[in-house]
């Protein structure tokens, strides 16, 4: 265990749902000194009871957090989780800028493309900035570019109360420089969440790597928010199943039209999504609740790459379209 590895370390977690709960719970167990941005009844929760976390195998556990209803409250920080929704960040952005020091990482592990996708030189999308994500241009002005990390999740989790977090299956985290490379603060990060129980590798490539993970959530995302039904019913009724792999077909196109090696097959894809059975996407748990969905981050993002690149992805636009439509009338 290196230096860098053995001490506690300052982590904020931007968002205490699902995975930012997931992440707390990990970081505090192992010792870090965590503290959480949290609001209203989850707040109230972890201040009054902390954080209650279940993962396969373990039994409940109560975890204490420094829960604070402002970044203020934290100071500093020498790594910030941003597991926020897509749609709530520009509005918090500012308020983000008290968290960063002059060593701070910061690490944003949503779903869909994140503000900084193309801000990175050296490729046919470089200096775009995706008004989809972050229309003003707040996250980008309260985020330095320098200080971010990319990082992607692939874990299942929910949160079926306010300050209580199940981790159901996954747990695979990948992180990795916005430029490219293997730098030493990913390595020194990806050991450290590692070691937390959050099996972490950095990447040289985390563009290629958020991209992949896109193409399962343009699909799954917006039709199960059509279908009103779960992954395994989608890939195995015929039609749907040939519309799921159209909607991958275009969005592999668009990357690679952006200067990214994907070496996927769409049929082995879809038939490893299909074996995790009946999973339930984010954007219908979402939609089940009456919750926004984040459509702009995972649908509206790549078609203002794919605008720009001068590909015609017709079928991403009219599910986008009607998505929206399902998802307005949802959170009436």
Known sequence: MDAFSQHARRIGIVGAGAIGGHFAARLAL??????????????????????????????????SVNACASAAEMGPQDLVVIALKSYALPSLAASLASL???????????????????????????????????????????????????????????????????????????????????????????????????????????????????????????????????????????????VYAELMAECLTIGRRAGLTLDIDVAQRMAQTRELGAVKSSMLQDIEAGRAVELDAILAAPLACAATLGVDAGLMRTVLALASLRATRAER
């Open 100 to 242: 960063v020091g002059p060593d701070t990482v910061v690490l944003p592990v949503g779903n869909g493309l994140p503000w900084w996708y193309c801000l990175a030189p050296g490729h046919p999308l470089a200096g775009m900035r995706l008004e989809s994500v972050d229309p003003h241009g707040a996250i980008e002005a309260a985020v330095p570019f320098e200080r971010v990390l990319g990082g992607t999740v692939m874990a299942s989790c929910s949160a079926p109360e306010p300050g209580v977090v199940l981790h159901h299956s996954g747990g695979r985290i990948t992180l990795g420089e916005p430029n490219g490379g293997v730098s030493d603060r990913a390595t020194d990060w990806a050991t450290v969440l590692t070691q937390a129980g959050l099996p972490t590798t950095a990447s040289d490539d985390i563009r290629r790597d958020l991209w992949i993970k896109l193409l399962g959530n343009v699909c799954s995302n917006p039709l199960s928010v059509l279908t009103q039904t779960t992954t395994d019913r989608m890939l195995d009724d015929p039609q749907t199943r040939v």
């Open 30 to 63: 192992a010792g870090h000194r965590v503290s959480v941005l949290a609001r209203g009844k989850t707040l109230e929760t972890l201040v009054a009871s902390g954080l209650r976390h279940t993962s396969p195998g373990e039994g409940p556990r109560t975890v």
